[in-house]
């Protein structure tokens, strides 16, 4: 198989060794003679189907994609079609799959600095270790969704549990599993290769274990994850770490020179149309379509002035979760006086043993890994102490229509 990487032109088809198989409950997997397998689900059927003669990889992602809904459906489809190519279940037209590759690719740089940055996170890594001890009770199963480098499952083994199912679709499972094996916890601990909503376990759990948060603190889908293993996977009156998630904005003056965002800012376009003698008003239109976001350190926007208080725009009891969409509007009062051009999201961890993580920039730890997101107003608004706006926060599933919207509100008569 060639190092390069298919583009929207490219003929890929099937690899001729590749096998479906369905077992008693009919969970899918792939299997390529002499690589190993991996799990399958409707969308790998698909793809599979589709390049079961040679066909360009554009015109596959167009035909599947007619059928999804939203921008990350497309995101994800095309992602899986790279991943059956790596792992080999599917080659360039006229080329053979490396024979005996594994099928499972190897972690690269950016998986393991990233892996490395969360165990270097020891308010982190500290606080799930913490909570996992203090409700695995003996004898307990417990699912550890997305694993990782596997040491939180490793945790609940420590703490008592008779049986962990460790789960995790990335290729860090390689070193999950030879941290399962390097301490001797092969009996207790389990790993499971695949995405958690396409695995079925043989038992139900009494704890599910969840650090599927981002930056982005949905990101990486942490709600449907939680809502179909907990219909799925987990006991009824099962536990959850952590407990609960809050999720705040703060609204702040971004100063200019911190500004990480790709559309222009007003300032820029005032510039553009003082030198250039040209009306830039497209540009800013397109710029007010969405509100564009960039990452900082949360410590960064320390010092950055707020116009009021943080605002909480979502409260999230992940034992009573029901659904993963949200759309909250929260009404604030401006409490200073400056410049308001970006609201920093950022969110704070509740676990049943009382402890807490928190990336709110007054008081996070100076070693988390975790960055806030900042978005970005379309451009800049003077307020002043008692002014009242809104601010508004809306996930779907999936994470497609996630967007935040500051506006203003009427001042009383």
């Known amino acids: 198989m060639t190092d390069r990487l298919p583009d929207e032109t490219t003929l890929l088809q099937v690899a001729p060794e590749v096998v479906l198989r369905f077992d008693r409950e009919r969970k899918i997997s792939l299997d390529r003679a002499g690589a190993g397998s991996i799990p399958g689900g409707a969308r790998s059927l698909a793809i599979i189907d589709a390049f079961s003669r040679p066909r360009p990889v554009g015109e596959v992602v167009a035909a599947l994609g007619a059928a999804t809904a939203g921008a990350q459906a497309w995101i994800d489809l095309t992602a899986e079609i790279m991943s059956l190519y790596r792992l080999g279940f599917l080659t360039i037209a006229g080329e053979t799959a490396a024979p005996g590759a594994s099928a499972f690719a190897a972690p690269s740089g950016d998986d393991l600095e990233l892996h490395a940055d969360m165990l270097n996170d020891a308010a982190r890594t500290g606080a799930f270790v913490a909570a996992i001890e203090a409700a695995v009770r003996p004898g307990d199963v417990v699912v550890d969704l997305g694993t990782g480098t596997g040491v939180l499952a490793l945790a609940a083994a420590r703490a008592g549990a008779r049986r962990v199912y460790a789960i995790e679709e990335g290729p860090i499972a ?162 200073r006086a400056t410049g308001l051009n970006g609201v920093v999201l950022f969110f704070e961890l509740e676990f049943d043993s009382g402890g807490r993580l928190s990336t709110r920039p007054s008081e996070a730890d100076e070693g988390t890994h975790w960055l806030s997101q ?40």
């Open 174 to 335: 390689q070193v999950a599993e030879a941290m399962i094996r390097n301490n001797a916890a092969a009996d207790r601990v389990t790993l499971v290769r695949g995405s958690s909503a396409q695995v079925s376990l043989p038992e139900r759990a009494d704890v599910i274990v969840c650090e599927l948060v981002g930056h982005g603190p949905l990101a990486e889908r942490m709600l449907e994850a939680l809502l179909d293993a907990r219909k799925r996977l987990l006991k009824p009156g099962g536990r959850v770490v952590p407990r609960r998630l809050k999720l705040f904005g703060l609204p702040v003056s971004v100063p200019p020179d911190r500004i990480g965002w790709p559309a222009p800012s007003r300032w820029e376009i005032d510039d553009w149309e003082t030198r250039y003698r040209l009306d830039f008003g497209a540009l800013e239109d397109l710029a007010r379509q969405s509100l564009p976001t960039f990452y900082v350190r949360p410590r960064t926007a320390r010092a950055w002035p707020a116009a009021g208080d943080p605002v909480l725009l979502a409260d999230i009891d992940f034992q009573t979760l029901v659904e993963s969409s949200l759309d909250r509007t929260v009404s604030w009062e401006a409490t």
């Open 374 to 413: 900042v978005w970005m107003l379309p451009e800049v608004w003077s307020v002043q102490p008692g002014d009242r706006l809104s601010m508004t926060y809306r996930y779907r599933t999936g994470g497609a229509a996630e967007g935040l919207q500051v506006s203003r509100l009427p001042t009383p008569a």
